[in-house]
C-alpha cells in the first residue's frame, strides 16, 4: 500500500474510533448532547454533572462508581477547536463563592471533553487493562432545534402561518401593525428591515417571556455571535401581489434561506447529526405554575423538538443525518429540588406524559427513552410542616429575592398526569383544583470537599442511564 493510502486508512481508522461507541474500540468517544429550551436548566444540570463525576461521592447509582472501577476523571482539551468551551470553572465559582449565585445561562453552543480511566468489569477484567473513555458534553439551546421546522418551509409558507398564529396573540398586535403597515412589494430599505426584524424579536421574546415556546428562528432569541448580521435581518410579511427583484419581500426572503442554508444546516450537520446520547431537559414545574396555557405550549414545542430525534423522520434531515442514531435519550423535568422527594413520582409521570406523544408513535424505536425528574443542584433541603393539623411535605431553602430562609409547599402534584394535561390541551385558563405556587432559592453556601462533589437529586441515575452502559 502507498503511504498516501496507509495514512489515509489510519486517519479513517481513527475517524471510525472516534465515531463508535462500541466501547471494543480503543479509546471511545460519547458525545453527549444536553438540551432543553432557554432557562431549562442545561447550564446547571451540566454544572452539577461535571463536579459530581469529578468527584464522585455522590454517585452511588452509577454503577461503575459504586464498584470502584472508575479510578479517574479529568478535564481535557475539547477535539473542536472552533467551538466554545463549555465554562465549568466560572459555572461553578459563581454557585462556590461567598455570595453564591446561578450561573450564567446557555446562549449558544459549547463543548467539553471529560475522560474517564475505567476498569473493565466482570470476566473481562482480568483479561483487559485499564480502557479511557472520553465524553464530549455538547450544550445546546433547545431553541435551534425548532428551526428544523423551517427547513421545509419556503418564505411565503413561514410568513403566512406565522402572521396567522400573531393574530390570535395580543403579544403579537405590535408586530402585525408593523408588518402590516409595510408594502412588501416596494424596494429595500435597510432602516425599515432592521425595524421589521426588531419589532419581530420584540414578539418573540414577549411571547417567550409569556411561557410560550414556539419561538422561531431560535437565533433570534439566542444569537450567538450572529446579532445584527443580516441573515437575522429579516420577519414575516403579508406576500405582495407581484414583487420585484429588489423589493423589501424578495430580499427578506433571501436572507430567510440564508439563514436556513448557513445558519441551521451547518448546526444539523456539524453537531446535531454527530450526538450517542441526548439528554432533553425540561422545566415542567415552571410550566405548571405558570398555568395550563404554558403547560399546552410546553407540551407541543417538545413534540416539534422530538421530531428532530425520530428515527423515521423523512425529509431534509434524514439526507443529512443517515442510518446514524441516537442510542439513549432521557427527558428530564429539572428543578426536582422545588418538590419534597413524595412528589416527584408525580413528576415524572407528567413529564412523561408531556412527550408521550412523540414517543407513542415508536418513532425513537431502537433508543432507550427514559423520564426522570432531577436537579443539578440542590437548593433545598426537604421539612414538613403542619397547616390546619395537616402534615404537607415540603422544602426550605434561601430566597433568590432576599436571601431569607423560607419554607415552600407548591401544592399537591396529581399522581394522575392527564388532570394536569387535559385542562391544559382544554384551553383552561385555571388550574381548577389547585394552585401551584413556586418560590425561586439561591443556591446554598457550600464547600467542595475532596471526594465530595455538590448536592443534587439523580444526576448519578441520569448518568447510568445515558452511559452507564459504556463506563
Ligand atoms: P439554561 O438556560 O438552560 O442554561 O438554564 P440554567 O441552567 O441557567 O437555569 C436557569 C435557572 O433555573 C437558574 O438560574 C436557576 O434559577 C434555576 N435552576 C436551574 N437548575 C436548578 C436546580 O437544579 N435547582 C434549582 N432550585 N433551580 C435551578
Known amino acids: 500500500m502507498a503511504l498516501g493510502g496507509i495514512t489515509d486508512s489510519i486517519a479513517r481508522g481513527i475517524e471510525e474510533a472516534q465515531a463508535s461507541v462500541s466501547g471494543l474500540l480503543f479509546e471511545p468517544v460519547v458525545r453527549l448532547g444536553v438540551t432543553g429550551l432557554s432557562r431549562a436548566g442545561k447550564t446547571v444540570f451540566i454544572t452539577g454533572l461535571i463536579a459530581n463525576l469529578l468527584e464522585r461521592g455522590r454517585m452511588p447509582q452509577l454503577t461503575a462508581a459504586r464498584e470502584g472501577r472508575i479510578e479517574q476523571v479529568f478535564l481535557q482539551p475539547q477535539p473542536d477547536l472552533t467551538l466554545p468551551r463549555f465554562d465549568y470553572e466560572r459555572h461553578l465559582a459563581a454557585i462556590l463563592g461567598d455570595d453564591p449565585h446561578w450561573p450564567e445561562s446557555t446562549r449558544a453552543i459549547s463543548e467539553l471533553r471529560l475522560s474517564f480511566r475505567v476498569r473493565p468489569s466482570g470476566w473481562l477484567a482480568g483479561m483487559r487493562g485499564m480502557r479511557v473513555v472520553h465524553l464530549d458534553i455538547v450544550d445546546y439551546p433547545g431553541e435551534w432545534l425548532l428551526d428544523l421546522s423551517l427547513m421545509e418551509k419556503s418564505y411565503a409558507q413561514w410568513s403566512e402561518e406565522t402572521l396567522a398564529r400573531l393574530e390570535r396573540r395580543a403579544e403579537g398586535r405590535d408586530f402585525l401593525a408593523l408588518a402590516r403597515a409595510e408594502d412588501a412589494g416596494l424596494r429595500l430599505e435597510e432602516t425599515v428591515a432592521q425595524a421589521l426584524a426588531r ?27 450572529l446579532a445584527g448580521s443580516p441573515v437575522l435581518t429579516f420577519a414575516p410579511l403579508p406576500a405582495p401581489d407581484r414583487p420585484a427583484r429588489a423589493s423589501l419581500w424578495r430580499e427578506m426572503e433571501r436572507r430567510y434561506e440564508a439563514y436556513k442554508s448557513k445558519v441551521v444546516t451547518p448546526f444539523f450537520r456539524d453537531h446535531f447529526a454527530r450526538i450517542d446520547r441526548q439528554v432533553v431537559l425540561m422545566d415542567v414545574l415552571g410550566a405548571i405554575h405558570q398555568g395550563p396555557g404554558a403547560v399546552e405550549d410546553l407540551r407541543r414545542v417538545m413534540a416539534e423538538v422530538l421530531g428532530a430525534f425520530r428515527v423515521g423522520r423523512r425529509g431534509w434531515l434524514a439526507g443529512l ?47 432507550g427513552v427514559s423520564a426522570m425528574s432531577l436537579a443539578g443542584l440542590r437548593a433545598t433541603v426537604e421539612e414538613e410542616v403542619e397547616r390546619d393539623g395537616i402534615r404537607l411535605p415540603a422544602v426550605k431553602g434561601r430566597l433568590l429575592t432576599t436571601g431569607r430562609t423560607a419554607v415552600m409547599y407548591p401544592g399537591q402534584l396529581p399522581s394522575d398526569p392527564s388532570r394536569i394535561l387535559s385542562p391544559a390541551r382544554g384551553g383552561a385558563e385555571n388550574w381548577l383544583d389547585a394552585e401551584y405556587g413556586l418560590m425561586a432559592f439561591a443556591p446554598a453556601r457550600m464547600t467542595l470537599r475532596p471526594g465530595g462533589g455538590l448536592p443534587h437529586i439523580r444526576l448519578d441515575r441520569a448518568v447510568e442511564f445515558l452511559i452507564g452502559d459504556l463506563l
Open 321 to 367: 443525518i443517515g442510518a446514524r442514531r441516537v442510542g439513549r435519550i432521557l427527558f428530564a423535568a429539572t428543578k426536582a429540588d422545588h418538590l419534597h422527594h413524595e412528589q416527584h413520582p408525580a413528576l415524572t409521570a407528567i413529564t412523561a406524559a408531556l412527550v408521550a406523544e412523540a414517543r407513542g408513535r415508536a418513532e425513537f424505536a431502537g433508543a
Open 199 to 225: 419589532g419581530f424579536t420584540d414578539y418573540l421574546n414577549a411571547a417567550r417571556a409569556l411561557g410560550r415556546s414556539d419561538c422561531t428562528p431560535g437565533r433570534f432569541l439566542l444569537p450567538g455571535d
